[in-house]
């Protein structure tokens, strides 16, 4: 099976279904902290019944594949949250209506102060703008930053100076959820190991962690191995970029070169 298709994708959903993993949207996982004293104390070797996975989704582009991904899911029974950015490579009316009619969440993918090149009232008012633009198809609840590598700037540090909360905001994935009970993967760098060429999507300190415990994987059989082993933790949160999983071949081909040679620039990076 070739690595980051489709039916990878799939299949990769049936292990940790059968492995027991129950599917939590960002939303309903931040609200079950709150609410639910049985999911947070949940501990990375907990039973089984304490199963809990997050798909996250950042649409950086190419919404029609966030379309497929979302179909696969939904096959599944399976609620995803995705994230679009306000650009329009993502912020694609009739690709983000589709996947809210499927029951996933819709969340804001921000990159506001890059766009704002640090003018903070500025990005602020960015921000409130292009969130109120999503609220127009979905209730949207949380928001998660868009890493731009390639900018010098790191949207999440608009939340020093504004709160998303006044917003109606009730999570942002990296700074409201406790890591140490959450493991993160993350398909950045078209690897589940890319922590080695991200710039901003990773979770520093606990994955020095993970790293010591051997758990990381590079590709999705390894991944799905460890799934169907009980190797992976308890709960997880797995972000993927739908426009990288394709059946077909040219786009696959593309994705392959181009995050190649992208890993071998943002390793420089880092
Ligand atoms: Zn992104």
Redesign the pocket.
Known sequence: MRDFSLLQYRSLLLDLQQAGYRFFTVAQYARSVDDAPNVSSCLPAAPDACRTAILRH?V?LLPENSVRTAQIEHDLGIRATYYF?IVPESNRPECIRRIAAMGHEIGY?YEDLSTARGNLSEAWRFFSDNLAWFRTFYPVETVCM??APRSGFDSRDLWKHYDYRSLGIIAEPYLDFDYSRLFYLTDTGRRWDGYKVSVRDKIPVWQDRWNEAALTWHTTSQLAAAVRSGRLPAQVLVTT?PQRWTDSFVPWMRELLLQNAKNIVKRLLV
Do not use: L, P, Q, S
């Open positions: 950042d950086d950015r993918h868009h890493g970029h």
